[in-house]
Nanobody, 126 residues
Framework: QVQLVESGGGLVQPGGSLRLSCAAS????????TGWFRQAPGKEREGVSC????????YYSDSVKGRFTISRDTAKNTVYLQMNNLKPEDTAVYYC???????????????????WGQGTQVTVSS
């Protein structure tokens, strides 16, 4: 059974850091492009970053470029999102997602993905 579980969210002050984890079970995450998304109350879901399985290409949205870093640990079957210099506007529920097909690139567009985790809350506030 395919399952994605996010963790690592919490409350942090502006300028602080968090590392989110997306742990996969039931399949080998390294074979699938993986994306991180977020959704703030009253706003549309936003693609934040993704990492390709085919060639390791990495993409970031303009809003997080230079502050967030996506990475993958194949031994732990986990993808991470390191978030530095957090801002109040980063407050949202963060989700990871993978497509059904392996050997894939990745996308910052939500409809490209088939499997989603339950999300982890990130709150940036003083």
């Amino acid at each position: 059974q395919v399952q994605l579980v996010e963790s690592g969210g919490g409350l942090v002050q502006p300028g602080g850091s968090l590392r989110l984890s997306c742990a996969a079970s039931g399949f080998t995450l390294a074979y699938y492009g993986t994306g991180w998304f977020r959704q703030a109350p009253g706003k549309e879901r936003e693609g934040v970053s993704c990492i390709s399985s085919s060639d390791g290409s990495i993409y970031y949205s303009d809003s997080v470029k230079g502050r967030f870093t996506i990475s993958r640990d194949t031994a732990k079957n986990t993808v991470y999102l390191q978030m530095n210099n957090l801002k109040p506007e980063d407050t949202a529920v963060y989700y990871c997602a993978t497509p059904e097909h392996d050997g894939s690139s990745c996308s910052l567009s939500g409809p490209w993905y088939d499997y989603w985790g339950q999300g982890t809350q990130v709150t940036v506030s003083s």
